[in-house]
C-alpha cells in the first residue's frame, strides 16, 4: 500500500465520520437544529458586519466624535453610499457640524455671488409663494432644520430628494 493509497484512505474515513449513522427522525430532526442554529449566527454576523462597515464609514469621514446618540440619528436618517462627503452632508444638514469650504479662486467667486442673487430672487418668489426646497431650506439655521425634521420627517424626506414641499403652517 503506498502513501497515496492511505490519504485516500483517511479522506473517505472523514467523510463516513460527517455523514450521520441513520437517517432516522431523530437524527433529521438535530440536524434541522444545527442547521437553523447556524443560519441564526449567519444572520447576527451580516448584522454585525454591516453595523461595522457603517460605524467604519462614520470613522473615515471624520465624525467620530458626534456622540452615540448623534451617530445612530445619523446613520438612520443617511440614504444612500456611506462616502464621506455624503456622511458629512447629511451630519451637515442634521446641524451636527458645520462644512467648511476651501477658499474659491476671484472667478468662482464671481460666478457664486451671480447663482446666490439668482437663487435669493427665486426662493424669495417662492417662500412668498408657501413652497419649501433645497434652497430655501439652505438659508435656515441648524436649529430651525432640526425642528422642522422633528415636526415634519415626511417633508424633510420630500425635501432631502430634492422635491418641492407646500411649506406647513407656520414654516
Known amino acids: 500500500m503506498s502513501d497515496d493509497d492511505l490519504d485516500l484512505d483517511l479522506d473517505?474515513?472523514?467523510e463516513e465520520d460527517e455523514q450521520p449513522k441513520q437517517n432516522g427522525p431523530k437524527q433529521l430532526r438535530e440536524a434541522l437544529r444545527r442547521a437553523r442554529e447556524r443560519a441564526k449566527q449567519a444572520d447576527e454576523f451580516q448584522q454585525k458586519a454591516e453595523?461595522?462597515?457603517?460605524?467604519?464609514a462614520v470613522s473615515r469621514a471624520g465624525l467620530s466624535d458626534l456622540g452615540e446618540k448623534r451617530t445612530a440619528a445619523l446613520l438612520k436618517v443617511h440614504e444612500g453610499d456611506l462616502t464621506p462627503e455624503a456622511l458629512k452632508q447629511t451630519a451637515a444638514d442634521l446641524g451636527f457640524i458645520t462644512?467648511?469650504?476651501d477658499e474659491p479662486d476671484k472667478g468662482e467667486q464671481a460666478a457664486e455671488a451671480h447663482a446666490r442673487a439668482s437663487s435669493a430672487a427665486q426662493r424669495a418668489g417662492q417662500a412668498a409663494s408657501g413652497q419649501l426646497n433645497a434652497q430655501v431650506l439652505a438659508n435656515w439655521s441648524h436649529e430651525k432644520k432640526a425642528a422642522f425634521l422633528k415636526e415634519f420627517p415626511r417633508e424633510w424626506e420630500a425635501l432631502k430628494r430634492g422635491d418641492q414641499v407646500t411649506a406647513p403652517s407656520g414654516w
Do not use: K, P
Not at 51 to 56: G, M, N, S, V
Open 12 to 14: 473517505l474515513e472523514d
Open 51 to 56: 453595523r461595522l462597515e457603517r460605524e467604519l
Open 99 to 101: 462644512i467648511e469650504e
